[in-house]
């Protein structure tokens, strides 16, 4: 079954750090890009980061430019958003989610659609 | 990086089609033909329901139909049925320097 397992989430206080993780299973990790997208309470989703499937290509939200970093274990299979100096527009819940398969060049795929979320971990930030 | 637009919300009866619109610019919609649709149920994960504009994945229903004109996308579902309700979320390929943007999400109620 492919399933991917977001941990790491908690309580931290404004301008602390955390660090995020993602197990997937189920699946060559190592052949697809991933992802991180949030979702505030209430609010709609928003793109976080994503990763190509070799870390040839790493993309940001201008909103964590700076303050997060996405990086992958494919011997893992495991996906880490560390996030520093979070500021309470940073609460809610991250999905991992992986890219669609089929878009791959030159040896690294990355694609624009996300077919696989795992179920989030949730992130709050209050002193 | 703006969000596209979405309309908040939007209803319609079983058994009628409604449409939601998407609207960005030629930076993102309207110059590239990577737009997708998400579905979340309540306390539910996103769902892939249409990507490449117009594509389905594998199991999703045939009443789930996307188009494009311009800097605007749109989702299409006819037929409505209970099980429909729920957000929707569209996204687009931004380019490189932003990569993909959601639209702030249309609650779609069946009457």
């Known amino acids: 079954e492919v399933q991917l397992v977001e941990s790491g989430g908690g309580l931290v206080k404004p301008g602390g750090s955390l660090r995020l993780s993602c197990a997937a299973s189920g699946f060559t990790f190592s052949s697809y890009s991933m992802n991180w997208v949030r979702q505030a309470p209430g609010k709609g989703l928003k793109w976080v980061s994503s990763?190509?499937?070799?870390?040839?290509?790493?993309y940001y939200a201008d909103s964590v430019k700076g303050r997060f970093t996405i990086s992958r274990d494919n011997a893992k299979n495991s996906l880490y958003l560390q996030m520093n100096s979070l500021g309470a527009e940073d609460a809610a819940v991250y999905y991992c989610?992986?890219?669609?398969?089929?878009?791959?060049?030159?040896?690294?795929?990355?694609?624009?659609?996300?077919?696989?979320w795992g179920k989030g971990t949730t992130v709050t930030v209050s002193s | 990086q703006s969000a596209l637009t979405q309309p908040a919300s939007v209803s319609g009866s079983p058994g009628q089609s409604i449409t939601i619109s998407c609207t960005g610019t030629?930076?993102?919609?309207?110059?590239?033909?990577?737009v997708s649709w998400y579905q979340q149920h309540p306390d539910k994960v996103p769902k892939l329901m249409i990507y490449d504009v117009s594509k389905r994945p594998s199991g999703v229903s045939n009443r789930f139909s996307g188009s494009k004109s311009g800097n605007t996308a749109s989702l299409t579902i006819s037929g409505l049925q209970a099980e429909d309700e729920a957000h929707y979320y569209c996204c687009s390929y931004a380019g490189s320097s932003s990569f993909v943007l959601f639209g702030g999400g249309t609650k779609l109620t069946v009457l």
């Open positions: 989610a992986r890219g669609t398969p089929g878009y791959c060049s030159g040896g690294s795929c990355l694609s624009y659609y996300m077919d696989v």
């Open positions: 030629s930076s993102d919609v309207g110059g590239y033909n990577y």
């Open positions: 990763i190509s499937s070799s870390n040839s290509y790493i």
